[in-house]
């Protein structure tokens, strides 16, 4: 369950952003903080979106950031952040985005 995959540190809410790069570093601070994953693997994200386009994009005003468990995961882990501002982020396309999270995959467990 989402409830067992969040604590109150991982959430952030009403954050100013500067493009999608920035909410992309911005909603993977927590799992850093708190040694779910690397440096690496923030980058990783950033590059997969660079190469790929905007895959993370799963529905109206929502990204979920993502990069392979080997690219810097140490654990399994979510975080949620919501933008201050209905922010138009250009990722090959525009779109509306208002919630940006950031998501580490176990190699052993899927979400």
């Not at 708190?34 to 993370?56: C, H, L, N, R, W």
Request: some cysteine; overall charge neutral; hydrophobic content about 45%.
């Amino acid at each position: 369950m989402l409830k067992d995959l969040v604590n109150d540190k991982q959430i952030q809410l009403q954050v100013p952003v500067d493009g999608w790069k920035d909410a992309i570093i911005k909603a993977a601070q927590p799992l850093i903080d708190e040694d779910f994953i690397k440096q690496s693997y923030v980058q990783a994200m950033i590059d997969s979106v660079t190469k790929y386009g905007p895959y993370i994009v799963i529905g109206p005003s929502i990204a979920l950031a993502h990069a392979r468990p080997e690219d810097g995961a140490n654990k399994l882990g979510v975080s949620i952040m919501t933008l201050k501002d209905l922010s138009t982020l250009a990722i090959l396309r525009t779109i509306q985005l208002r919630l940006c999270s950031a998501l580490q995959p176990s190699t052993t467990t899927h979400i």
